[in-house]
């Protein structure tokens, strides 16, 4: 991109220094040519290489010095209007250089600026990028931890209801082995229930007071009665296992919903 001083400097060229001179101050052969001193003299002015104080001042000396013969006889003597308007242009041109300068420090300052924009912009955008790659990585870990996480308690589940499975046939199996049992007991518990009442008859029919008969009756009225007690024992124990059976049924899930 071309610097604002440069086209600052051809603007001011192009307005205050490219103008002609009255052609009664130059030469012939100048005339001829075009070639304007003091249009050289102003370009000089113009450009970044004669803004020094010894430059100006060297460019004055040389529109004071006088002429050479064959110049001071080939135009016509300048008056004192000429001499101050040159003079005056002299002080404009001076001007001009320290806008220039202005201009150039203040361009300077501009790009020194700009460049710490593009410093800190530049540092910025780093940093940003560093914190996408960081955010990225932690959102990578967060998922594969989420998908670990979620591997485990699918399996764990799986495992769940496979348990909950053999439970549950083991709760059918229990159940059946019971109601079997429950049947055989009612069975022996009638049998038990005949026996004793035939023992009953036979105790309360027999008048004998010999001992040895009652002896015999009150051996076979014993393993009547153990008999009985093991029953009685028996079926107590049924019915707290089927209690128990109860409540392990009732607090089983019937949905894989209700698994927590």
């Known amino acids: 991109m071309e610097p604002i001083y440069e086209k600052v400097q051809r603007r001011l060229i192009a307005q205050y220094i490219e103008p002609e001179r009255d052609p009664r101050l130059l030469p012939d052969s100048e005339q001829a040519s075009g070639d304007i001193p003091t249009a050289s003299i102003g370009r000089s002015f113009a450009t970044g290489d004669a803004f020094s104080a010894d430059r100006r001042q060297g460019l004055k000396t040389q529109l004071a010095d006088p002429l050479s013969m064959e110049q001071q006889a080939s135009i016509q003597p300048m ?22 300068d202005e201009y150039k420090r203040v361009i300077r300052e501009q790009d020194v600026a700009l460049n710490a924009t593009k410093e800190e912009m530049r540092l910025l955008n780093m940093s940003l ?5 960081y955010a990225d990585a932690q959102m990578r870990s967060a998922e594969e931890r989420f998908a670990e996480e979620l591997g485990g308690l699918r399996q764990a589940l799986s495992e769940r209801e496979d348990l909950i499975f053999r439970l549950r046939e083991q ?17 022996i518990s009638r049998a038990c229930e ?16 010999d001992d040895t008969p009652l002896h ?15 029953v009685d024992e028996e079926q107590s124990g049924i019915s707290l296992l089927q209690i128990g059976d109860d409540r392990s049924t009732r607090s089983l899930p019937t949905r894989f919903d209700e698994i927590d």
């Open 129 to 133: 990028k560093q914190s996408q790659e």
């Open 194 to 209: 005949a026996l004793e009442s035939e023992n009953e008859r036979l105790r309360t029919g027999n008048t004998t007071s």
């Open 216 to 230: 015999g009756r009150d051996a076979g009225s014993e393993p009547a009665n153990e008999i009985r007690d093991s």
């Open 79 to 100: 008056g004192a209007g000429d001499f101050k308007s040159l003079n005056m242009r002299i002080r404009e041109l001076e001007d001009m250089v320290g806008q220039i």
């Open 171 to 187: 709760i059918e199996h229990l159940e059946r082995t019971l109601e079997s049992r429950q049947h055989d007991l009612e069975s």
